[in-house]
């Protein structure tokens, strides 16, 4: 069988993929509290909701199933997004393959992607969520957009590059200026990790659209 058992409850922590000293602008002590608390308790929570979902039944009350799968949603999605987030972090911060060319036919220019996805970002600054650039699987669009929470985010999508604006993320560094978060978060960018999301998010967009 090519299927994995689901709510296991057995869902570990990836370990940051980078020296979190090496980060530049964005302090280890941010890095590791946000990857360890934030992005930790998110996993723990995930499984302790799914080893509470192998116990409904149809007896159990239906807003109690609703509160379990809504907890599901959020603590998987952020796991998911968190894991990207800090995969697409650790780099140079310089674009360049695909991507780049990419970009540039998307949305006239590379740069011009870049601003839309920083006035997304810092759209999000003060309040909390995610700016995500993410392929489309049905159409094959880059498309940047916008999560307020956990389970905002688009349908049938891949995320290629996840920025997350949660206060966690920035808070401890910057304070309230959020802008300059965005301007670290992009000189740390691993762009390599990105073009390797492309190429698989490609391939499977293209099976998709036959
Ligand atoms: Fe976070």
């Known amino acids: 069988m090519p299927f994995s058992k689901v709510l296991t409850g057995s869902n570990n922590v990836v370990p940051l993929p980078f020296k979190p000293a090496a980060l530049n602008g964005i302090s280890e002590r941010m890095i590791v509290s946000h990857h360890d608390n934030s992005y930790g308790g998110a996993v723990k929570n995930l499984n302790r909701t799914e080893q509470e979902l192998t116990q409904i039944n149809s007896d159990t009350a239906p807003f109690v199933v609703a509160g379990l799968r809504q907890s599901e949603l959020t603590f998987r999605n952020s796991k998911t997004l968190h894991e990207a987030y800090f995969a697409n972090l650790g780099g140079n911060g310089k674009r360049s393959g695909a991507i780049d060319k990419a970009l540039a036919e998307a949305y006239g220019t590379s740069a011009r992607w870049e601003e839309h996805f920083r006035a997304t970002g810092n759209g999000l600054g003060g309040g909390s969520g ?74 499977a967009s293209k099976v998709l659209r036959g």
């Not at 940047?144 to 590059?161: E, I, K, M, R």
């Not at 401890?172 to 999301?197: P, S, T």
């Open 130 to 203: 995610w700016a995500i650039l993410e392929l489309e699987l049905l159409t094959g669009d880059l498309r940047t957009t916008w999560s307020g929470n956990h389970t905002q985010t688009l349908a049938t999508a891949v995320p290629l590059l996840v920025l997350d604006m949660y206060e966690h993320a920035y808070q401890m560094d910057f304070g309230a200026a959020a802008a300059r978060y965005i301007d670290a978060f992009f000189a740390n960018i691993n762009w390599d990790e990105v073009n390797h999301r492309l190429e698989r998010a490609l391939a």
